[in-house]
């Protein structure tokens, strides 16, 4: 196997800034390695500390013990080979879908990346003209316009129609197979997570740690239905339960 992409070594994260919220224990020995190529899918209950692991890998905050090495030198800054797509899309309402997208610049081809997710129409727009899905995938657009080696993709699709959901995670797919860009998806939905990855992680609740480590070996497109993709929705569940 190749040399690993990313390494978290025994990470926690203690926030104590004193505030209402005191001192809370994000994640606690967080220790995960992953391979070029990987679609890694995190699943876990909400506020168990998904989003500070994809911003500790970010390298937009800092973990308080252990480390985070990406192709083996510790991250202690954000890059833009480590694309990061947040929750919400985060556009600048004043510059046009396009500006939005080659704001990163480098080599980009914004052109190019609203043809690919279908929105060649919608270059001269701004954020407020777009729907929600619309806005999302100018999200993605921008976060791949830097041609990202590794994308943290946190929560991308939440509080999307079923439909429109579904539209996407296949468009995410193909992206993943197209451009070889290794992918750590956050999610707290279970048939996404299965849906998409190459491998499943299931944390606990906070203080995150690992629960279980899965290498999902089915092939794609994935239907919810299938007969090993539900099985292991049934077990997931229960081990959700049980944590
Ligand atoms: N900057 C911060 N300061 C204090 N507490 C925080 C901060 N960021 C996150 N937390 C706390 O850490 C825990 C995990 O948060 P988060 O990573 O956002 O969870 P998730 O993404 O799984 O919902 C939560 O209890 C949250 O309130
Ligand atoms: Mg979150």
């Excluded at 990406?70 to 919400?88: I, M």
Aim: hydrophobic residues 45%; glycine residues 8%; charged residues 20%.
């Amino acid at each position: 196997m190749s040399a690993p992409l990313l390494q978290l070594q025994q990470v926690s994260k203690r926030f104590n800034d004193g505030d209402e919220r005191g001192n809370v224990v994000a994640l606690r020995d967080i220790s995960l390695t992953v391979h070029e190529g990987e679609f890694v899918s995190v699943l876990g209950p909400s506020g168990c500390g998904k989003s500070t692991l994809l911003r500790i890998i970010a390298g937009l905050t800092a973990p308080t013990t252990g480390q985070c090495l990406y192709k083996g030198q510790p991250v202690n800054k954000p890059s833009l080979e480590r694309g990061y797509v947040f929750q919400d899309p985060r556009l600048f309402p004043w510059l046009t879908v396009l500006e939005n997208i080659n704001l990163a610049g480098a080599g980009a081809n914004g052109e190019e990346l609203l043809n690919k997710m279908d929105l060649a129409e919608f270059g001269q727009a701004l954020p407020h003209e777009l729907s929600g899905g619309m806005a999302r995938r100018v999200a993605l657009a921008r976060a791949l316009a830097p041609q990202p080696h590794l994308l943290l993709l946190d929560e991308p699709l939440a509080n999307l129609d079923v439909p429109l959901r579904q539209n996407l995670q296949a468009e995410l797919q193909r992206i993943w197979e197209q451009q070889g860009v290794t992918c750590i998806l956050v999610t707290h939905n279970i048939d996404e997570a299965l849906a998409l990855g190459t491998r499943l992680i299931l944390l606990s609740k906070r203080p995150a740690i690992i629960r279980y480590d899965l290498a999902l070996d089915m092939s794609f497109p994935r239907k919810i239905h299938q007969a090993q993709v539900a099985a292991l929705k049934t077990q997931i569940l229960e081990w959700m339960e049980v944590h």
